[in-house]
């Protein structure tokens, strides 16, 4: 899909990349990120790359061999902020909040900060960084086990 080099055609491109992984089309999610991305994801410890975040995800969703491990899930964004620089650069941060339902356990929900890179290239965004951190100083115990 076409989007525009503005804070409207961003914003469009990153409401479609949510609502791309919220309905489970990974295959879609998964073609607005940069051959060369880099993912800080919340609960996995180091950098990964395009092709180890999509094994890490393969793995919750079940897609690499064994059982899912959630049944349902969506990531929900929340107080949002879209910048562009300069026609190519843009940003989205905010906050968000994970919430779900475990195969093997009760509902889960995590508050998180992040922060969206992306560049414009021909006459598309390309997300080229996802960093998210659990907001555990401003919320403990929200989530029960």
Do not use: C
Not at 92 to 116: H, I
């Amino acid at each position: 899909m076409a989007y525009s080099a503005t804070k409207t055609g961003l914003n469009s491109a990153f409401e479609d990349w949510t609502n791309a992984l919220n309905a489970g089309d990974l295959k879609g999610f998964y073609a607005f990120f940069d051959a060369r991305s880099e993912i800080l994801d919340e609960d996995y410890p180091w950098r990964m790359t395009k092709d180890e975040f999509i094994d890490h995800i393969g793995f919750h969703a079940g897609t690499t061999g064994h059982a899912a491990l959630w049944e349902h899930f969506k990531w929900i964004p929340r107080e949002t902020e879209v910048k562009v620089w300069h026609k190519h650069t843009g940003q989205v941060s905010g906050f968000s909040t994970f919430r779900g339902k475990p195969v093997d356990a009760g509902f889960r929900q995590r508050f998180m900060g992040f922060t969206t890179n992306w560049y414009h290239h021909g006459n598309t965004w390309k997300l080229i960084n996802w960093h998210q951190s659990p907001l555990m100083g401003r919320i403990d115990g929200a989530s029960p086990s």
